[in-house]
């Protein structure tokens, strides 16, 4: 079975900081990894994944098969960037969310 | 483009009372799902159609939830009877399902239910 990880409830920064949220998965086969951003007052909407390798918002996402992880990072974060992260693994169409991080950046 | 229309996005019942909600997906995406997310979890797919078909309903309550898909477009999902713990924030997705690898998901902004 899949299984998608994300260790932290919460992770608190001050502006300028580096960032990194954490993703560990389990699964079988070929994986296709995810993140999704949910802003205050806003809709669950695709941050990236891992097969486009890009950048955005400033945010990047190294898939580690060998460590079974996915971590997201930005190395200086905005005030802006204080959302809901949820990692989540796809098998086919499906997709398996992990339980979230709330990411706070402080001025 | 319009995004994901759902409705109602608030609803109140008591337990052993029924409920529906409503989606609309993006124009032209043929694949639809619903998703529950309860308080402090990530979301969990309930049922997946392809068009009006169901691909996956492996984590639907069907003893108590159902949903339909009639025409291909728009679905609802019904709870009857509903229990507490179905209060959660129930959220539909769509996807052009082009075929070439995993479609991105569209979500729609989610039904807040509480049973009380």
């Known amino acids: 079975a899949q299984r998608v990880t994300q260790p932290e409830k919460l992770l608190s920064v001050f502006k300028g900081a580096p960032v990194e949220l954490k993703c560990n998965y389990s699964?079988?086969?070929?994986?296709?990894l995810f993140w999704y951003v949910q802003y205050s007052r806003q809709r669950l909407q695709l941050l990236l994944r891992h097969i486009s390798r890009e950048s955005i918002k400033g945010f990047t996402a190294d898939l580690n098969k060998g460590e079974t992880s996915f971590h997201l990072k930005k190395p200086f974060a905005q005030e802006e960037d204080s959302a809901m992260y949820y990692c989540?693994?796809?098998?086919?169409?499906?997709?398996?969310f992990g339980t979230g991080t709330r990411l706070a950046v402080r001025p | 483009e319009a995004g994901v229309a759902q409705s109602p996005r608030y609803k109140i019942i008591e337990k052993r009372q029924s409920v529906a909600f409503w989606c609309n997906p993006i124009?032209?995406?043929?694949?639809l799902y619903w998703y529950q997310q309860i308080l402090g979890q990530g979301p969990k797919l309930l049922i997946q159609f392809q068009n009006n078909g169901v691909v996956d309903d492996s984590q639907l309550p069907k003893d108590r939830f159902s949903a339909e898909r009639l025409k291909g477009v728009d679905s609802t999902l019904k709870i009857q009877p509903a229990k507490l713990e179905d209060s959660a924030v129930y959220l539909c997705a769509s996807s052009l399902n082009s075929g070439g690898g995993t479609d991105t998901q569209y979500f729609g902004p989610g039904t807040r239910l509480t049973v009380l």
């Open positions: 989540a693994l796809s098998s086919g169409d499906k997709l398996t």
């Open positions: 699964y079988s086969g070929s994986p296709e």
């Open positions: 124009s032209g995406h043929a694949t």
